[in-house]
Nanobody, 124 residues
């Protein structure tokens, strides 16, 4: 599985961004997907996950109500819509594929493939 994340950038606090992650190499609709982020000097942390069908979604408390994860299995792409961005959302965002979980999980070691990351910077 190859994952290519895109859509990061610089935005002011309160603004929005949409991240995309294009997948290839295996039937996309057969596995769950997740987004994680890593700020400088911090560990990589869970942001959101979505089941293979898109029917179940999960969020970290810090982004609940502001971020929305979705997927388009016809386009082999998962999205992360980020609204009401805060400076503390600044990080490199990674998409990841969970080939063996029936739903999106929250631990980095539960994911099998990772994209290269896309930088999100929120200015105050």
């Amino acid at each position: 599985v190859q994952l290519q994340a895109s859509g990061g950038g610089l935005v002011q606090a309160g603004g929005s961004l949409r991240l995309s992650c294009a997948a290839s190499g295996r039937t996309f609709s057969s596995y769950a997907m997740g987004w994680f982020r890593q700020a400088p000097g911090k560990e990589r942390e869970f942001v959101a996950a979505i089941s293979w069908s898109g029917g179940s979604t999960y969020y970290a408390d810090s982004v609940k109500g502001r971020f929305t994860i979705s997927r388009d299995n016809a386009k082999n792409t998962v999205y992360l819509q980020m609204n009401s961005l805060k400076p503390e959302d600044t990080a490199v965002y990674y998409c990841a594929a969970d080939l063996y979980g029936s739903r999106g999980r929250t631990k980095t070691y539960e994911y099998d493939y990772w994209g290269q990351g896309t930088q999100v910077t929120v200015s105050s």
